[in-house]
Structure formats: C-alpha cells, structure tokens
C-alpha cells in the first residue's frame, strides 16, 4: 500500500494562489500515477488533474485549465497541485491519489489522502 498525506490547504482570497502538496510513503511512489480531486459540501467529488508516473503526461479538468497546474518530483515522493486565479467556486476538499492506467487512458485511484480543505473568500 501507499500512504498519502495532503497539505497546504487553507483560507484565501479570490484571485489569489496556494500550492497544495501530497506526500506519499510506502510502496514506491514512482510506480504511482497520481490525481487530485475535490468535492465541496453537497457535492459529489470530482476529477481536479492526474499525471503519470514519470510526469510525462497530465490532465487538467476543464474548469481548472489554465489555473492549476499538477506536478510531481519523484525524488521528494511528493505530488503538488499550483493553484491560481482562484475562485469561490474551488472551494473544497481536495484529495491527493494513486493509482494506475494514466499512459492508456485508463486512469484509475486506489489510494487516498484524507484530504485537505480550501476555502476561497469572494
């Protein structure tokens, strides 16, 4: 198994920026690949960004293309989510996760954080 542990999180004003980071322990984290999702309150939870194991590849959901940005550094077992121009909107709890599938398309998590709550003032 893995082990992932958000944060970052935290109160911040509209168009303003945080960087939210996932650390992981456990099975290597470089056979991972990786995705941040969110769910705000009575709301489903839904895709935020993915990347594959190596980096090579990433995915942005459409509402955050262009504002987020999902990278990883290997070295550090840690995957990080740049958020910026942020909005009321993204408000939520973001969750880090791993899994596998990402270089077919196949995206699929196993593992989850607990997550970490962002809240963006208007």
């Known amino acids: 198994q893995v082990q992932l542990v958000e944060s970052g999180g935290g109160l911040v004003q509209a168009g303003g920026s945080l960087r939210l980071s996932c650390a992981a322990s456990?099975?290597?984290?470089?056979?991972?690949?990786m995705g941040w999702f969110r769910q705000a309150p009575g709301k489903e939870r839904e895709f935020v960004a993915a990347?594959?194991?190596?980096?090579?590849?990433?995915l942005h959901a459409d509402s955050v293309k262009g504002r987020f940005t999902i990278y990883r550094d290997n070295a550090k077992n840690t995957v990080y989510l740049q958020m910026g121009s942020l909005k009321p909107e993204d408000t939520a709890v973001y969750y880090c996760?791993?899994?596998?599938?990402?270089?077919?398309?196949?995206?699929?998590?196993?593992?989850w954080g607990q997550g970490t709550q962002v809240t963006v003032s208007s």
């Open positions: 996760a791993a899994g596998g599938g990402g270089i077919r398309g196949e995206w699929r998590f196993d593992y």
């Open positions: 456990g099975r290597t984290f470089n056979n991972y690949d």
């Open positions: 990347i594959t194991w190596s980096g090579g590849s990433t």
